[in-house]
């Protein structure tokens, strides 16, 4: 599995990250949600989980839980 993140994109994810205050990176993951099945779920991850996948571009990091 690969993320990548261009240097805007990081760019943005540390402004946001410096405005909430506090945070670790940005978490990615799916859930299930109406007909079509799943949603993308975009959240700040206030600390790194033992099940978490780490991407670390561009001083961000992107946390992306690890399959079951």
């Known amino acids: 599995m690969s993320i990548t ?3 805007n ?3 943005q994810i540390r402004k946001q ?3 909430r205050g ?3 990176g940005l978490k990615l993951g799916v859930k299930t949600s ?3 099945g799943y949603a993308y779920v975009l959240d700040y991850a206030d600390e790194i989980a033992g099940d978490d996948i780490v991407f670390d571009q561009h001083d961000v ?3 992306v839980k ?3």
């Open 5 to 7: 993140i261009t240097e």
């Open 9 to 11: 994109a990081a760019r």
């Open 17 to 19: 990250l410096q405005k």
């Open 22 to 24: 506090s945070g670790v």
């Open 34 to 36: 109406g007909c079509s």
């Open 61 to 63: 990091k992107v946390l």
């Open 66 to 68: 690890a399959d079951d």
